[in-house]
T-cell receptor
Framework: GENVEQHPSTLSVQEGDSAVIKCTYSDSASNYFPWYKQELGKRPQLIIDIRSNVGEKKDQRIAVTLNKTAKHFSLHITETQPEDSAVYFCAATLFYTGGFKTIFGAGTRLFVKA | GAGVSQSPRYKVAKRGQDVALRCDPISGHVSLFWYQQALGQGPEFLTYFQNEAQLDKSGLPSDRFFAERPEGSVSTLKIQRTQQEDSAVYLC??????????????FGEGSWLTVV
């Protein structure tokens, strides 16, 4: 089955700096990669996603890159702000006959220091 | 409703007690998922429904865990004879269709289960 590894587990940056979170996946058949942000005690919420036919996607201060050959994908947050502090999860979605399954990484706890 | 709704939000169960957790997905969403999230961990897949059919239950940790979605809408996750290791947040998520080009899943706020 699919396995998603995420690094680092904790990341501390100064406000205004960039943050990068990296993930790898095991099943080359996975073709959809969402990223979720979870604040303490809240539900995970989608912040950006990328499909396997695209190498990069940007949305304001957030960008994701995907290297299908290496089975790597990354989240980049520029000009970080204190409100970016949260846990971020990468995920890989595997489609099979009749359905699909989304497998999550273990999460990265991001601290943005003012 | 506006989003995925789960109840109860918090449940304290004595070891050995049975619990039932309810999920009301976004109206019209075909796909429904249950995940288990332990403290400090990512959501772990438990089971998947497409309408009323349970297509994948490979993540259910033991036969004490049972899920159903009899009419293709509301789903219930039942845990029998709860153990301390069952303490976690149980997240329900739904998605509009089983589509092949990538589907976002939308999470509920979760049911926080503590087994004492």
């Amino acid at each position: 089955g699919e396995n998603v590894e995420q690094h680092p587990s904790t990341l501390s940056v100064q406000e205004g700096d960039s943050a990068v979170i990296k993930c790898t996946y095991s099943d080359s058949a996975s073709n959809y990669f969402p990223w979720y942000k979870q604040e303490l005690g809240k539900r995970p919420q989608l912040i950006i996603d990328i499909r396997s036919n695209v190498g990069e996607k940007k949305d304001q201060r957030i960008a994701v890159t995907l290297n299908k050959t290496a089975k790597h994908f990354s989240l980049h947050i520029t000009e970080t702000q204190p409100e970016d502090s949260a846990v971020y999860f990468c995920a890989a979605t595997l489609f099979y006959t009749g359905g699909f399954k989304t497998i999550f990484g273990a999460g990265t706890r991001l601290f943005v220091k003012a | 409703g506006a989003g995925v709704s789960q109840s109860p939000r918090y449940k304290v169960a004595k070891r050995g007690q049975d619990v039932a957790l309810r999920c009301d997905p976004i109206s019209g969403h075909v796909s429904l998922f249950w995940y288990q999230q332990a403290l400090g961990q990512g959501p772990e897949f438990l089971t998947y429904f497409q309408n009323e059919a349970q297509l994948d239950k490979s993540g259910l940790p033991s036969d004490r865990f049972f899920a159903e979605r009899p009419e293709g809408s509301v789903s219930t996750l039942k845990i029998q004879r709860t153990q301390q290791e069952d303490s976690a947040v149980y997240l329900c998520a739904s998605s509009p269709s089983p589509g092949r080009s990538g589907n976002t899943i939308y999470f509920g706020e979760g049911s926080w289960l503590t087994v004492v």
